[in-house]
């Protein structure tokens, strides 16, 4: 792939002799860009939760992230379990559980509040653009994250810093998060119900992750799968009304248009 010639793996920048990796400042900015992209969002749209609420979910949704994502993470190496640390823990993540977690966070909180509308569209393309700039982190770590592929002959397999040609695993996400941004911008001024554009992002993501689980040197948990096939499939489980809603109503779409 061409950017193999450009591009040595792990990239990093220096300071006074020492080497640091763009990983943790591109997540840092991820988060404060996501939120900064939220809130201008916000200020064109006529929000039906109150201000006070929006907060209380959106603190549900960051413990949620914050507990989900490290759960699922260390479920991903389940040999190791019986090793975990307090120091582990707090390093071990991932965006699959984040998602998750957030997702039980809020639903939580809004029980508490008594918030009964639907309050994800609003994070959609944050979530998007926060995304992408997070896995240019992961992608810049080469092996040093373990975000890697499996080696392969495929075209775009490169170097990621260990010598072995592997499936550039974060840059196929990188890729899949703009074709979803193009996505949920084109249907911006589609009906939809309150809440559709967020579960079909939630359906969207987990199906990538789900698959592309299958080319990463991943760790059975039960049955063959991962931690993170678990994840996407109770996802489809828990979307599975909405995703039967939105397949008769684009057939019947498709039937009254042609």
Same mark, same amino acid.
């Given at each position: =792939? @061409?950017?193999?010639n450009?591009i &040595?793996?792990?990239?990093?920048f220096?300071?006074?002799g020492?080497?640091? &990796?763009? &990983?943790?400042?591109?997540?840092?900015?991820?988060f404060?860009?996501?939120?900064?992209?939220?809130?201008? %969002?916000k200020?064109? *749209?006529?929000?039906?939760?109150?201000?006070?609420n929006?907060?209380?979910? =959106?603190l549900?949704?960051?413990?949620?992230a914050?507990?989900?994502?490290?759960?699922i993470?260390i479920?991903?190496?389940?040999a190791?379990?019986?090793?975990? /640390?307090? =120091? /582990?823990?707090?390093?071990?993540?991932?965006?699959? #559980?984040?998602?998750?977690? #957030? %997702?039980?966070? *809020?639903?939580?909180?809004k029980k508490?509040?008594g918030?009964?509308?639907?309050?994800?569209?609003?994070?959609?393309?944050?979530?998007?653009?926060?995304?992408?700039?997070?896995?240019?982190?992961?992608?810049?770590?080469?092996?040093?994250?373990p /975000?890697?592929?499996?080696?392969?002959?495929f075209?775009m #397999? =490169?170097?990621?810093?260990d010598?072995?040609?592997?499936?550039?695993?974060?840059?196929?996400?990188?890729?899949?998060?703009?074709?979803?941004?193009?996505l @949920?911008?084109?249907?911006?001024?589609?009906?939809l119900?309150?809440?559709?554009?967020?579960k079909?992002?939630m359906? %969207?993501? @987990?199906?990538?992750?789900?698959?592309?689980?299958?080319?990463?040197?991943? &760790?059975?948990?039960?049955?063959? %799968?991962?931690?993170?096939?678990?994840?996407?499939?109770?996802?489809?489980?828990?979307?599975?009304k909405f995703?039967?809603?939105?397949?008769?109503q684009?057939?019947?779409?498709?039937?009254?248009?042609g």
């Amino acid at each position: =792939m @061409f950017l193999a010639n450009y591009i &040595h793996f792990p990239v990093q920048f220096e300071i006074n002799g020492n080497l640091y &990796h763009w &990983h943790y400042i591109l997540e840092t900015l991820a988060f404060i860009i996501g939120i900064r992209v939220y809130y201008q %969002l916000k200020k064109n *749209v006529k929000d039906p939760i109150s201000d006070e609420n929006r907060l209380w979910i =959106m603190l549900g949704a960051m413990l949620g992230a914050l507990i989900g994502s490290r759960v699922i993470a260390i479920l991903e190496t389940p040999a190791e379990l019986s090793q975990i /640390t307090f =120091m /582990t823990l707090y390093a071990s993540k991932t965006i699959a #559980g984040g998602l998750l977690g #957030g %997702l039980f966070g *809020v639903e939580i909180i809004k029980k508490f509040i008594g918030v009964r509308i639907a309050s994800g569209d609003l994070y959609v393309i944050p979530i998007l653009v926060s995304l992408f700039i997070g896995r240019l982190g992961c992608f810049f770590m080469g092996v040093d994250e373990p /975000t890697f592929g499996i080696k392969t002959s495929f075209f775009m #397999g =490169m170097d990621l810093g260990d010598g072995i040609k592997r499936h550039p695993v974060a840059l196929y996400e990188m890729i899949y998060v703009v074709l979803l941004f193009i996505l @949920f911008q084109s249907i911006k001024n589609k009906y939809l119900l309150n809440g559709d554009r967020f579960k079909l992002f939630m359906v %969207l993501y @987990f199906l990538f992750r789900f698959l592309v689980e299958f080319i990463k040197p991943y &760790h059975p948990l039960f049955l063959s %799968l991962s931690s993170i096939h678990w994840s996407a499939i109770f996802i489809f489980i828990y979307y599975y009304k909405f995703f039967i809603r939105l397949t008769n109503q684009m057939l019947l779409q498709k039937q009254i248009y042609g």
